[in-house]
Each structure stands twice: as structure tokens, then as C-alpha cells.
């Protein structure tokens, strides 16, 4: 049985390969570091610090392996793992055997990164895994099989590592091993289809349209390909169909709903290409790995302000070229110049031929010619030259196009692969559980800064587990509350304005407000008294205090203490915030709201008077023409219908006050603008497409402006400014009746 | 070159500082508060700032709010002119531009020369005059940078309710 590279059955090529990348990387670095701390503990066996920094390593590399399937490594690492953990607790010491052993694992370790690097199957181990094994039963044999489970409680104040161990004292096999050949496949399955957008015909802004339509897409999938391709969009103002390739999850429904926009006629899911372009390599014996580096984020973040400057640059470039382009056109001055001095060179040769005309003036005339002749040599020169120029600013375009994206994927990765990670995890949490668990997952191509990804993934298993762990109800509770059996987790990742939201959602139980009202009386944190006048969200907010767990009794998974508290707290050292939202019966959501400091963000720009604003696509629903017909004016304020809707209708002057004189202009579109349930229709004087943007903040130099989620630089160097869309609308909602006191 | 060293009132000691004009009136920058002077390029309005707030430019990738200080300090507003600079202060950790009506030089002021402003003028609500520094026929008005166009006090001035400023709520 040899163990392939690509073991779990969950994760397409694609994915593997990107995991495979990370794993190589992290455990690599993790190796080293554990051997460091083995030399220490060679001198100072009883050194705590060490033992407990060994003992997290190697919990990572188990945790890190077993996520990607590697048995042999995991089981490796699990056994060496409990003798640290043995270690760590005092009961047994650390001798010279277990050093040989501990190093001989991490060679083995590192041997298993050089053939997934190479892609070759990786080694057996047995003797290796017997030796680790022996190693706590030739000092204690009891310890093999301790009483109650080992794992982790006295550091129940540590940071917990990457992934909880899922492993209860192990009947003689670790608990991978079971789930691992579960044919059942629990995550909604990965699909390529083709989808095809028709447009009304003879509709205005098509080509916008398609953008938002494909944009849109792109928020529930990966966009393949398109037909016409995007950038030829401008080229076709009169798109009518636009087929789209999207590799994606979602359902039917939400792909329909993301394509349907104001002037889609109709839209077909159809399911055909039954071979997927990228995944088809997926029979190849292993992904290839792509050998990665770190770098330290400062330097990308000098990096990508210089690309920044060239992008501007190389559009100034560009408009200049196009400034210059009617000086050199053929019917411009310069080609009619050769013509005009044709017929005058005829004209000067019958003068020198003639006698009526006197010989000097003609001699003088031939020579001015001869001056203009030359002239003319020299702008076809020019218009040589500037064909050339042309051509290297088109190269200097793609370089610098090409270079900023590069740059700016260093910093940004799709949540997919963070994602991904609780495939694997969902389905043995719930296996072990006896749990039926669905996860569904969108939004995965949602980026986020690298950093931040590394930092959610400790949180992001903590509230999966609670929420298997805690919110679903077991199988027979929810028949009898009449739902599915089966019960559905739902990771889900989205732009908001100039955030990040991931949202941690289950259909379980909710959270038992009375057994926190309990809870919080017995631990003394309320009197009964008070406790009894506390709503549902104040008690909710109990959740956050440390070491409050509702858990009836803490099981291997959660309710061990690590709590809440730490969740919240690792969010808010990212500046990020959570939110809890439960409704009883129904289930739970977190919601992790996320700067996107360093983000980019898929934007709609368009130009009003005062400034050239851009909104997150996600944020845009419809882009529509208004007639006046449709507008409504209720006491001061514009309301408009919008496909049967009414809604608020804005001007920017409206929703911000600006010093000075805003012209006022025509009315060119209308951008519906959607946050959460709650939409706002804004006014816009000229659209100016899609861009990606890369968002800064405003309060870096000066301060937060209540509306604006930040800023960002366009190609010809102008600032652009953000709006948080969800603001706005709160705005715009709030300040209605408000307003209406002033006369 | 000898290190500007402002606090320090040794005897020979002197300090440089970069001279502008607004108004026909001419103030000082400490150098060490400039990081450069540039040809104003295009600023993007903002909403719900005080007027002398004229918007925010790019300057190399960064965000910074550009300040005209003939509207912070009353004046009426002018329209650029080919001497009108902006000039790019360091302000600790934050970056502000400054539209002034022109630059002049950078001057060296023997610090023996440079007199602090009398209690009088520094509570009257010119907390940003540090003193006056005469040169050659020339007197000049040394401003703290700091205090002139601190973020924070440009927002408190803002929530104040700064005159130019419209209520946020008010509609046309």
C-alpha cells in the first residue's frame, strides 16, 4: 500500500499542489526549529519552555500533515507528539534514546518534504513508528494507555496550535485512519459549468453590464474564461450574450442570482464540458510543488508602492502616446505635407523651365522647397519613430501590468486554500461526533492579505468545532425538530465596503441563552436577580468571557477551555471584530468582519464632480437608467422605482457634505447598492468600468471619514475614493428623517 | 554639515529652516520637518473635512490630505499659481501636505536670532507660532509644523463644527 501524495480525496490538483507548497514550507521551518530546541533540551532536559515548544511543533506538523492526508507522517508525529506530551507533564524525562529517536523522526520528516517536492510516494516508517512507540513503554508502560485523555489540559491557557488534535486515547490506531477511505464526499462538489448571460437587446452600458455580470460570478466561483473576453467588453458596447466558464460550488439558485442583473433577459446554467480544463491533470502521479520563500512583508509592501508609481508612470506614458497620436497621423499635417510638396516641386519645375518668371525667384522658391521636403523626411522619421514608441509602451504596459499583479499576489491569497482546510477537518470532527455534517463554502476566491489568513486559521477551527461540536443537534433532535438529518456548516467569505467578512454559519440548535443565564449565575459573574433581567444578546455576550463554556461536559474537541475570548482576541489583534448572530432552533452565525488594509478590492468606478468614486462590485446590484417618470418625490427626497422596488435615490451631495460649489450634472446611470438587506440607488454622472483596486486607508496621513472605506490610486495617478458601502446606507437611512427637521 | 539642532541655544549655533510666503507674509518650517516640496499635482476632493482641507494626493503610492494653509489661516483662497508649492511635512508617523502661496529658500538662522513668541501671541489661539526670526531685511514667522496641521486637531476642529463646514445632515 503505497501512500500517495495525494491522499485526500477532497482536495482537486489545484488545491492539493497550493497546500502541498504551504505544508513543505511551514514544516520545513518547523523542523528546523524543533531541532533547535531538541539541542537545548540535550544540555537542560527539564528546560519547560523547550519541552512545551517541542511539544506544540510537532502538534503542528501532525496537525498539518493529517490535514493533507499524510498518514504515515501524522501517525508518526501523534506518537511522538504524546511522548512530549508526557514530557511536557512531568512524568517522564527526557533521555538520550528519545533525542536519537526525535531526531531520526524529523529526518524522516524531512525526507518525506524532499519526495513530495520531487512528487515521489513517500517511504514506510514502521520501524521508526515502533521505535517512537517504544519509547514511552520501555519507560512506563502504563502510559501507553492512560485513563482519562492526555492531550492538553493542563495548557488549557495556551494558545492553541494550529489544529485541536481530533485524537481521544488511541485505540491502538489513530482516529485518521477510519476516515480516511469514507468514500462519502460531504462538501458541496466542485463543478465547472458553463453559463450563458443574455442581455436585452439595444440596452445601454451592456458592456458595464457584462463586467458586473462577470464580476458577480466571480464572487460565487472562479471565472475560467468568458466569451467575449473581458477586455474586449469595451470593444462591444452591444454585448447581448455573454458565456461564462465558472469552476465553482455553488448551486444553480445563488449562480443565477449572481448573474441577474437589471437587463439580463436570461440566464442558462448548462452543465456540459465534461472536461474541466484544469482539472483534467488531475491523474498525474503528484502535483507539482512550487518551491516558496519568505519574505518580509515590509519589503513587498516597498515593493508594491514602486509598483504603484510605475503603474502611474507607464499611464502617463500611455496618454501621451495617445496626446501625440494626431500629430503623426498619415491624413495629419505631415502626410498631406508630401502631398502638398509634390504638386508644388511641379509647380517649382515648370517656374525654372519658365521664362516669364524670373530665374532667382524660382532658384529661391526651389530651395524653401528643398527645406520643406526635408521637413517632411524628417516627420516621416518621426512617424517611424512613434510607431516604435507606440509599440514599447505597449510592452512597457504589459511589463508593468503584469508586475503589479505579481507584486500584489504576493501579499494577497485567495481564502480557498484556508478554506479547504476544513473539508478534511468538518467531515472526521463530525465522524467522530456521530455528527452528519454538509459544509458548504463560498466566496473562496476572496482575498485576503497573507497575514491574515495565517493568523485566522486557529480561530476559524475553533468556531467550526464549536459549531459542529455545540450547534448541531444530534441526528434525532433535529428529525424531530423537522430538519434535514443532515446538518450544514457554511464558511463563507465576501467584500464589505473596506472589509472582509467570513462567516462561520450552522442550521443547529442556536445558542441556549438560558443555559448561559445558568451558567453565568453559577460562576458569579451575575446575580440571579440581574441575570433574569438580561436579554438574549446581553447574555450572548457572555460567550466572550474567558473560560465561559456553556459545554455540558468538555469533550476532546471543544469546551476545553480555550475559549471565546481567545478567538475574539486573536480577531481583534487584527483589527478585525466578531459578531455572533443566533436565532433559537435555527442556528448560529459568527461573523469575523476584517480590515482589508492591503486588499484589493474588484471595484465599479464612476466620476461625479466632485471626485471619481469606486464601490466593491459585491456591493453593486444593479446599474440601470432611470427615466424621471420613475422618480418619486416624497417631502424633499427622491425615491425611485427599480424593477418594482422603491427605493432611496441619492446624490453624493447628499450622502456627504462637501466645502465649496458641486456643480450639478446630468443624471447618467443609476448604481443600486446593496449591503446586506438593505439596498440604496445613488446617482452617477459617468461610469467608468471595473478595476481592481488596491484599497489604502485614509487615517494612515489624516483621519476616517464616515462613509469612506479608503482610498486608492488610479492609472493616471488620481486618488479615487472608496465608499463602504455599508455605511452609506446606514447614512442614508439614518440621517432621512433626521435631516427633515431642518427647515 | 552640521546637524540642525534647534532646542539647543548654544553660542554659534544655528539652525536651518525652509522660508514660504502666504499672504505676502513669510513663515519658517524647521527643515527637519520636510520631506520634500512639490508643484502641487492633482487633489482629490473629500467630504465631511473642513474647508482648508482641500482633499487628499498621491504622493509616491501614499495617501496624504493636502492642506491649504491661506484657508486654515482665514485668508481668502487663491487660485495656483506657477510659484504655488506644496510643501510635504513629517509629522511623527503621519505625512501632510501644505499648499503655500511660495517657497523661498532654505535659510540658516543663527539661533541667537530667533526669538520666542511671547505668551501673549502663543495663548491666543496661535499655539502653532513658535517665534519670529529675523534675516537680513526679512521677518519671519517660525511655525510649529505639529501643532499647525495635527490630524487630530484638524478632526476635534472638524466635530467642532469648524465654520465652512456644512452639518453633515444638511441637505440641499
Known sequence: MSEMNRPNQDLSAGEMAEFLAVYIDETGEQCDQFVQALLVLETDPADARRLAEAFRLIHSIKGSAALLGFDRITALAHHLESHFERLRSGSLLLDGPAIEVSLRCIDYFRSCNERLQAGEPLLPADDLLESVKRLSLTTRPEAERPAVPPAVVPAATATPPASRKPNPPEPTKPPLEPAQPAPAEPCAAVRVRRIRVEFAAG???????????????????????????????????????????LRTAAAGGPITMAADVDGVVRVDLDVEKSTPPPAASSPEPGPAVVETMRV??????????????????????????????????????????????????????????????PADRAAACAVQLDQLEQQGRMWEDGHRRYAELVESVDHLTRVADGLQRGVLGTRMVPVSPLFGRFKRSVRDIANELGKNVTLELAGEKTELDKRMIDELGDPLVHLVRNAIDHGIEPADVRLRRGKPETATVRLTASHRGNSVIISISDDGGGIDVERIRERAVARGLVSAAEAATLGPRELIDFIWRPGFSTAQQVSNISGRGVGMDIVRTRIESLNGSIDVDSVPGEGTTFS??????????????????????????????????????????????????????????????????????????????????????RAVAVCVSSLLGTQDLVVKSLDENFMPIRGLGGASILGDGEVCLLLDVAAVVDMITRSRPVAESHP | ??????????????????????????????????????????????????????????????????????????????????????????????????????????????LTQLHRAPD?????????????????????????????????????????????????????
Open chain 1, 203 to 245: 440596452i445601454p452600458m451592456a458592456d458595464l453590464k457584462a463586467e458586473l455580470v462577470l464580476a458577480r460570478l466571480g464572487g460565487v466561483g472562479e471565472v475560467l474564461e468568458s466569451t467575449p473576453a473581458a477586455a474586449d467588453f469595451a470593444a462591444n458596447p452591444a454585448i447581448r450574450t455573454l458565456e461564462v466558464v
Open chain 1, 296 to 357: 518580509g512583508v515590509d519589503r513587498l509592501d516597498v515593493l508594491l508602492n514602486l509598483v504603484g508609481e510605475l503603474v502611474v508612470s507607464r499611464a502617463r506614458f500611455v496618454q501621451l502616446v495617445a496626446e501625440m497620436a494626431p500629430l503623426f497621423r498619415k491624413t495629419a499635417g505631415g502626410g498631406r505635407q508630401g502631398i502638398a510638396a509634390r504638386s508644388l516641386r511641379d509647380s517649382v519645375e515648370s517656374m525654372l523651365r519658365s521664362t516669364d518668371v
Open chain 1, 592 to 677: 469575523i468582519r476584517l480590515p482589508l488594509t492591503l486588499a484589493i478590492a474588484r471595484c465599479m468606478l464612476f466620476r461625479m464632480p466632485q471626485a471619481v468614486f469606486a464601490v466593491p462590485v459585491e456591493n453593486v446590484r444593479e446599474i440601470v437608467t432611470v427615466g424621471d417618470e420613475r422618480i418619486l418625490s416624497v417631502g424633499g427626497r427622491r425615491v425611485c422605482d427599480i424593477r418594482g422596488e422603491f427605493l432611496p435615490l441619492v446624490d453624493m451631495d447628499e450622502v456627504f457634505s462637501w466645502p465649496g460649489e458641486i456643480p450639478t450634472v446630468e443624471r447618467g446611470a443609476v448604481l443600486v447598492l446593496q449591503a446586506g438587506p
Open chain 2, 1 to 110: 554639515m552640521e546637524s540642525p539642532r534647534g532646542q539647543d541655544p548654544k553660542q554659534n549655533s544655528s539652525a536651518q529652516f525652509v522660508g514660504f510666503e502666504i499672504h505676502d507674509q513669510k513663515y519658517l518650517f524647521r527643515i527637519e520637518r520636510i520631506q520634500e516640496i512639490l508643484t502641487p499635482g492633482s487633489v482629490t476632493r473629500i467630504p465631511d473635512v473642513p474647508a482648508y482641507v482641500v482633499g487628499v494626493s498621491n504622493l509616491r503610492g501614499t495617501i496624504i490630505p493636502i492642506v491649504d494653509l491661506r484657508l486654515l489661516f482665514g485668508l481668502p483662497s487663491r487660485s495656483a499659481d506657477a510659484n504655488t508649492r506644496t510643501i510635504v511635512v513629517n509629522l511623527g508617523d503621519r505625512t501632510v501636505g501644505c499648499m503655500v502661496d511660495a517657497v523661498l529658500q532654505v535659510i540658516r538662522i543663527p
Open chain 2, 120 to 172: 501673549t501671541v502663543a495663548t491666543e489661539g496661535h499655539r502653532s507660532i513658535e517665534g519670529f526670526a529675523r534675516s537680513g531685511d526679512d521677518l519671519f514667522i517660525l511655525l510649529d509644523a505639529n501643532s499647525l496641521i495635527d490630524p487630530a486637531s484638524l478632526a476635534a476642529a472638524h466635530r467642532a463644527g469648524v465654520p465652512g463646514v456644512p452639518p453633515p445632515d444638511m441637505v440641499p
